[in-house]
Protein backbone atom coordinates (compact mmCIF):
# COMPACT_ATOMS: atom_id res chain seq x y z
CA UNK A 1 0.00 0.00 0.00
CA UNK A 2 1.37 3.30 -1.01
CA UNK A 3 1.65 5.62 2.05
CA UNK A 4 2.71 8.96 1.50
CA UNK A 5 3.55 11.78 3.76
CA UNK A 6 2.91 15.89 2.94
CA UNK A 7 4.48 18.36 5.39
CA UNK A 8 3.89 21.64 4.44
CA UNK A 9 2.68 24.88 6.05
CA UNK A 10 -1.62 25.39 6.95
CA UNK A 11 -4.00 25.54 4.47
CA UNK A 12 -7.69 25.57 4.18
CA UNK A 13 -9.76 21.93 4.81
CA UNK A 14 -10.76 22.65 0.47
CA UNK A 15 -7.75 22.79 -0.93
CA UNK A 16 -6.49 19.89 1.69
CA UNK A 17 -9.38 17.66 0.52
CA UNK A 18 -8.39 18.50 -3.15
CA UNK A 19 -4.70 17.61 -2.68
CA UNK A 20 -5.06 14.12 -1.51
CA UNK A 21 -7.93 13.26 -3.47
CA UNK A 22 -5.13 14.16 -6.11
CA UNK A 23 -2.71 11.78 -4.88
CA UNK A 24 -4.98 9.35 -4.26
CA UNK A 25 -5.57 9.76 -8.26
CA UNK A 26 -1.74 9.59 -9.08
CA UNK A 27 -1.25 6.67 -7.26
CA UNK A 28 -4.13 5.03 -8.95
CA UNK A 29 -3.30 5.99 -11.88
CA UNK A 30 0.04 5.09 -11.98
CA UNK A 31 0.46 1.87 -10.10
CA UNK A 32 -3.30 0.21 -10.34
CA UNK A 33 -3.65 0.59 -7.11
CA UNK A 34 -7.11 0.66 -5.77
CA UNK A 35 -8.05 4.39 -3.87
CA UNK A 36 -8.71 2.26 -0.41
CA UNK A 37 -4.65 1.08 -0.48
CA UNK A 38 -3.49 4.76 -0.67
CA UNK A 39 -2.97 6.22 2.93
CA UNK A 40 -1.75 10.46 3.11
CA UNK A 41 -1.13 11.92 5.78
CA UNK A 42 -1.32 15.59 6.56
CA UNK A 43 1.23 17.59 8.86
CA UNK A 44 0.99 21.26 8.77
CA UNK A 45 3.42 23.40 10.34
CA UNK A 46 2.68 27.04 11.56
CA UNK A 47 4.86 29.48 9.86
CA UNK A 48 6.56 30.41 12.96
CA UNK A 49 7.81 26.66 13.35
CA UNK A 50 9.12 26.85 9.97
CA UNK A 51 12.18 28.27 8.01
CA UNK A 52 13.47 28.44 4.55
CA UNK A 53 16.88 30.22 3.68
CA UNK A 54 17.44 30.61 7.97
CA UNK A 55 14.96 32.62 8.40
CA UNK A 56 11.37 31.69 9.34
CA UNK A 57 8.28 31.80 7.33
CA UNK A 58 6.52 34.33 9.36
CA UNK A 59 9.58 36.60 9.46
CA UNK A 60 9.15 37.17 6.03
Do not use: C, S
Not at 37 to 54: F, K, L
Amino acid sequence: MPNVIVQQLPKTPEATRDLVRRITDAFVDAYQTPADAVHVWVQEYPADRYAVAGLLVADK
